[in-house]
């Protein structure tokens, strides 16, 4: 039996999607040590798994890049909070690693201390690691876009010229940024990085949680990079009773867990469907149900739901393009209309639309008309959610990510020589 230790940043929108990867691998007779919210506790050793809670300095350094105005200022603003959650999160790592002491470290793709300690014991020892990636892969391709914006992929010389452009612009700004990670990868023994896009390609393996045709075709795919389809692990939960009452075609709108101030969305879809057939059900997550006026009795406004169960009995998502709930809606074969709100939700949109699953409003560009335009178009893209449905299917899942992790550790068994 191998011991691995799965270590996640503080956020449930990159624990759950490992879950399912968590309990593949407990079943193949591992050890399985899930380093994550404090909070969790419950719902991780509920699963048979082990939990470990992560440091209460990273937990209290909270992301706030939705009060920055532009998006290059929210990514500089998201960067200096995975910045300074790294050198809690080394030792936060190395503490881990002597009492738990295992054989494989496979870290979230955000938490850049832990990786920096992974890859300083690899170069000493020889033993392999991993790293999993719940959201666009932001590494430069031919065939790929400039990672930010939500371009579609190029198909001219234009297009490419603009996207090199772009990626300039990006490394540009997070030069300091960069500068300032590798000064502590050197701390650890950490080689230095070649750029902002290595970070994702210096694990042995990349479980990268999505897979085309949501995902653009790479020309080819990055090395030790593997799309092997969402992760769609959820609390258990059971749709309300009232869910089913209601008349279809039903709309389920649904917003940020992490508070994003993206409440217009929610004002947005009700006015839009106020007239429309059928019925609308919002949850408001992050934000005070109260705050908004149902248009109709057709219509239920809420904190919460669990979505796993809710979202296969609607006709339409509308979200803000958080890569949980959007993936999840696809993978239930339910189009999305997505209305981006920061980070790297205009990725998410515009794979939706390019995939054929779903549309996407601007967020510059919403309006009452527009979403509602853009609801009709994405509720007929069905047949395309449910292409993009079976296509996560054949992906692999949590089964290939075992079958990955565990080459890891015959390769980390292996009798070679550790490296001085």
């Known amino acids: 039996m191998s011991t691995i230790l799965i270590y996640t940043s503080p956020a449930r929108g990159h624990l759950y999607p490992m879950m399912d990867v968590a309990l593949a691998m407990r079943d193949a007779g591992h050890r399985v040590v899930v380093q994550t919210l404090a909070a969790e506790a419950e719902r991780v050793t509920a699963e048979g798994l082990e939990h470990r809670a992560i440091a209460a300095e990273i937990e209290a350094l909270t992301l706030d890049d939705y009060r920055q105005g532009s998006p290059m200022r929210q990514l500089r603003a998201a960067f200096d909070c995975w910045l300074s959650r790294a050198p809690h999160e080394v030792d936060d790592v190395r503490a881990a690693r002597a009492e738990v002491d295992p054989d494989l470290l496979l870290v979230d793709a955000n938490t850049w201390g832990a990786a920096a300690v992974a890859e300083a014991e690899a170069l000493r020892t020889g033993r392999a690691w991993a790293m999993f990636l719940p959201y666009a892969l932001p590494v430069p391709s031919p065939t790929t876009p400039a990672f930010g914006p939500g371009f579609a992929p190029p198909t001219n010389a234009a297009h490419r010229l603009r996207d090199r452009l772009v990626w300039a612009v990006l ?12 000064s502590l990868r050197a701390q650890v023994g950490a080689p230095p990085l070649d750029g902002y896009a290595d970070l994702f390609l210096r694990a042995d393996v990349l479980l990268y949680r999505t897979a085309e045709p949501f995902e653009y075709p790479r020309v080819p795919w990055p090395r030790g990079v593997h799309a092997i389809g969402p992760g769609l692990w959820a609390p258990a939960g059971e749709a309300p009773q009232w869910l089913r009452d209601l008349p279809r075609p039903r709309v389920l709108v649904s917003v940020s867990t992490e508070l994003q101030e993206d409440g217009a969305i929610i004002e947005a879809a009700l006015d839009a469907l106020a007239d429309e057939p059928g019925s609308v059900v919002v949850t408001t997550a992050a934000l005070d149900p109260g705050s908004f006026q149902p248009p109709h009795d057709r219509a239920r406004i809420v904190r919460f739901l669990p979505h796993a169960s809710v979202i296969p009995e609607m006709d339409l998502v509308v979200t803000h393009g958080g890569m949980g709930t959007t993936q999840r809606a696809l993978a239930a074969g339910v189009p999305v209309c997505v209305v981006p709100w920061g980070r790297d ?20 560009k919403l309006t009452t008309g527009s979403l509602r335009a853009a609801m009709r178009e994405a509720r007929a893209r069905r047949e395309g959610a449910q292409r993009v449905a079976e296509a996560f299917r054949d992906a692999g899942g949590a089964g290939r990510a075992v079958e990955l992790l565990e080459g890891l550790l015959d390769r980390s068994h292996a009798p070679t020589a550790a490296i001085a």
């Open 171 to 182: 490394n540009g700004a997070l030069r300091e940024p960069v500068r300032r990670l590798q």
């Open 345 to 364: 939700q205009s990725e998410s949109a515009r794979r939706a639309d390019v995939s054929g699953a779903g549309t996407m409003v601007p967020r510059r």
